[in-house]
């Protein structure tokens, strides 16, 4: 296979050598490294590749060529290499000039690019190789392949091949999926010495797990951690954006903490393709990449970690409260912190259940997105979510087709994304519709679709994703715990009308109606719906239980050495 090509186009001829020299000296050993300096050239360049069946990691495109040349040769790079980072070389500084955002902007809304760069004033200059980096790397991820990428083999996409690939999603291992008769997986197969039985999973090591358990895997790839004792200053249950920043704050202030969670890292979050309006990241951010980080930050500080573990029961015990994990010892702790998040709602179509994992998805797409290529696709959805969905699948699917309820997506999506969703060819929306059936022999084939008049219609479709809301993940919670009529937790002042407090003092602004007990992001009544929102509920939590460890002499306890795999 020939090497993955960057392509870079500037007209200013100075601009360009420093560029070139950029890239040549930093990654000419592993990427082809095409440097001209006109439209023509570059359009010529990637045409040859396409030709040529050659993977374009990068396209660099200078801001100096003009918005429509500009942005001509972004769509057309896009359309020839669908997989390609494309990205706006901008002249530095560009914070103060109107225009050069104004361009950036634009290009963004219209779906034209993904990121933008600064042009490197000298060949080493690290901001660049920086931004370069990571460009270079969410390709990688997109393309699976990561050196650390695990390889799951199946004889089908459905089934326990995708569990566990949901699994490995959820615990943010960079995976690939291969049919055990594709070229790629039939040269997998042929390096394990004995017989195994599908599906199953090779390690970057060479080892081999047949079929594992979800803790087996969460072992195998890092993210798991049994304890080494049952005593903590914190517990966090759950590891979405809440918990996280709960853990990392906690940690990093002194309170002994364990994160518990019955999935892995990031929670509905990691459904997210791309958070572009995430503080502190102008380029954007995968949901799987912001969960990430955080975790090696709250585990950098001293927090543990137990993934795979489904807490079952929660309960006062003299000043500890006591967690119960199936197969573990209990876990008590001076407080608590429920970051449990939501699930997506069903469709409540028995057929189309029927079809989890095989063409039916719950959530946005990730590891599923090669498994739809070149199909006509469907997302039943009208929030952030579904829009952002939609926008990933549109490089790789025939057609996507939002389907929504509502007369009208402004409702409840952010005016960026209608913008971009209108701006992207083969992104259709269908307002006022609902879906009703759907069915296929082992695989999703065809959808019924009803309008509000009740009109209905059977349409080819090879994927169907749905995000239409989510449910709290309290069902597990004791009835001393109180809930509004969603199973949402209330908290603070919102237990004042219930009548179930039972301290003197007033409880904490995210406290529940079991003292010592927190909640935050979206499990708590009233929390809005969003990964910032999340962020920030999880470190004022923490701000809150250092008030209550002062008012109620509940110390931290002295540091102690951590297990970690």
Known sequence: MNSPAIVVVDPDPAAL??????????????????CVGSAEEALAALERLKEERSPVALVLVAHDLGGTTCGDLLDRAGQLHPHAKRALLVPWPASGDPLTARAIYDAMALGRMDYYALKPPTPSDEVFHAAVSSFLLEWSKGRHSSPHTVHVIGETWSGRAYELRDTLQRCAAPHAFHLSGSEAGRELLAQVDEEVRLPLMILPDGQVLVDPSNLEIAQAVGG????????????????????????????????????????????????????????????GVTGGQLAYRAYDQAWVFGASFAFMQRATGLEQNGDRLVLTLPGQPAVSARTVVLATGAEWRRLGVPALDALTGAGVFYGGPASEVQAVAGEDVYIVGGANSAGQAALHLAPYARRVTLVVRAPSLAAGMSHYLVQELAATPNVHVRLETTVVGGGGEGHLDHLVLRSSEGHEERVPAGGLFVLIGARPNTDWLPASIARDRDGFLLTGPDLAETGVWPLERAPFTHETSLPRVFAAGDARHGSVKRVGSAVGDGAVTIQLIHALFAAEGLYPSPPRSQVRA
Not at 17 to 34: G, K, V
């Open 17 to 34: 050598d420093t560029l070139e020299r950029a890239l040549r000296n930093r990654y000419a050993s592993d990427y082809t490294i095409a």
């Open 224 to 283: 798991a951690v049994d304890p080494d004792h049952a005593e903590f200053d914190m517990v966090v249950v759950g590891a979405g954006p809440a918990g996280l920043s709960a853990a990392v704050t906690a940690a990093s202030e002194g309170l002994h903490t364990l994160v518990v969670d019955a999935g892995g890292i990031g929670g509905q979050a990691t459904s997210s393709s791309l958070i572009r309006n995430y503080l502190g990241f102008p380029q």
